[in-house]
């Protein structure tokens, strides 16, 4: 089993930055795929962006390439969204999710990830 606690959500004014954590327990954090998604209210959970295990391979919806940039720190368990030039439309609440089927290749689609935290409001002002 694996736990992902993320954190650092929060209200920020258009234009502004935030910075995600994500801590992951339990299961070994290397060999996986990490990544973020969104679900805003009455919408569908998107992929917002992944990054493999080897840190070289990381892969952005379009809607935040640019502005939002993935990180991880194997040492730590952790897994970042740094995010940039926030708009309003990004208002969402964002979860981590970790995909043990692939190690390199980042899948958009929710249903490959095997574990989620509970998830970090995070809300932009116009």
């Known amino acids: 089993q694996v736990r992902l606690v993320e954190s650092g959500g929060g209200l920020v004014q258009a234009g502004g930055s935030l910075r995600l954590s994500c801590a992951a327990s339990?299961?070994?954090?290397?060999?996986?795929?990490m990544a973020w998604f969104r679900q805003a209210p009455g919408k569908e959970r998107e992929f917002v962006a992944g990054?493999?295990?080897?840190?070289?391979?990381?892969r952005y919806a379009d809607s935040v390439k640019g502005r939002f940039t993935i990180s991880r720190d194997n040492a730590k368990n952790t897994v970042y969204l740094q995010m940039s030039s926030l708009k309003p439309e990004d208002t969402s609440v964002y979860y981590c999710?970790?995909?043990?089927?692939?190690?390199?290749?980042?899948?958009?689609?929710?249903?490959?990830?095997?574990?989620w935290g509970q998830g970090t409001q995070v809300t932009v002002s116009s």
């Open positions: 999710a970790a995909d043990y089927g692939h190690t390199v290749t980042v899948v958009q689609s929710a249903l490959e990830y095997d574990y």
């Open positions: 339990g299961r070994t954090f290397n060999n996986n795929v």
């Open positions: 990054i493999g295990w080897s840190f070289d391979v990381t």
